[in-house]
Antibody, heavy 116, light 111 residues
Framework: QVQLQESGPGLVKPSETLSLTCAVSGYSISSGYYWGWIRQPPGKGLEWIGSIYHSGSTYYNPSLKSRVTISVDTSKNQFSLKLSSVTAADTAVYYC?????????WGQGTLVTVSS | QSVLTQPPSASGTPGQRVTISCSGSSSNIGSNYVYWYQQLPGTAPKLLIYRNNQRPSGVPDRFSGSKSGTSASLAISGLRSEDEADYYCAAWDDSLSVYVVFGGGTKLTVL
């Protein structure tokens, strides 16, 4: 069974960089599929952030592209998200997911709050 | 403002059939598959329908999806209390670059 688990700081200061990691078990990232990040502000809808292939090929939401970097570490079977220059508007639950049939397996999500 | 448009709320009584609509454009729903997700309170979204009308293993056949032109619908028949959740549609969009768009979500209440 494919399982994903997000980890990282739950509190980030404004203007700093948000960093999260998604550990994958039950499936080798090197075997294929894209792997993505999605976020959900409190009480609001879902927003796709970006996705990465095991080769390192990436594509991002145009509205966030200038601030987002997604990377992959196949040796650790994990991928990561960095979002720079954060503001309160970036406060959200961040999910990682396997992009099989457009996100068929999801992590449980992690709340990141941007506040001083 | 979400790229895909859904009604913010829907409701029904147990046993009823409810439909949730999702409206888009030629660059997303009109030319790509539609996906539906169910999000129970406090949990991660769960894939409910893929490629317009396919159900993943384990999803009851009470849930069905359809697409016509630039719109799609999710139908839930034999409504049950445990169906009370938020439902989201999603699709690829080819307008600017290839990217994923979601609807704003529909909160389904079982009366």
């Amino acid at each position: 069974q494919v399982q994903l688990q997000e980890s990282g700081p739950g509190l980030v200061k404004p203007s700093e960089t948000l960093s999260l990691t998604c550990a994958v078990s039950g499936y080798s990232i090197s075997s294929g599929y894209y792997w993505g990040w999605i976020r959900q502000p409190p009480g609001k809808g879902l927003e796709w952030i970006g996705s990465i292939y095991h080769s390192g090929s990436t594509y991002y939401n145009p509205s966030l592209k200038s601030r987002v970097t997604i990377s992959v570490d196949t040796s650790k079977n994990q991928f990561s998200l960095k979002l720079s220059s954060v503001t309160a508007a970036d406060t959200a639950v961040y999910y990682c997911a396997r992009q099989g049939e457009l996100f068929d397996y999801w992590g449980q999500g992690t709340l990141v709050t941007v506040s001083s | 403002q979400s790229v895909l448009t859904q009604p913010p709320s829907a409701s029904g009584t147990p046993g009823q059939r409810v439909t949730i609509s999702c409206s888009g454009s030629s660059s997303n729903i009109g030319s790509n598959y539609v996906y539906w997700y169910q999000q129970l309170p406090g949990t991660a979204p769960k894939l409910l329908i893929y490629r317009n009308n396919q159900r993943p293993s384990g999803v009851p056949d009470r849930f069905s999806g359809s697409k016509s032109g630039t719109s799609a619908s999710l139908a839930i028949s034999g409504l049950r209390s445990e169906d009370e959740a938020d439902y989201y549609c999603a699709a690829w969009d080819d307008s600017l670059s290839v990217y994923v768009v979601f609807g704003g979500g529909t909160k389904l209440t079982v009366l």
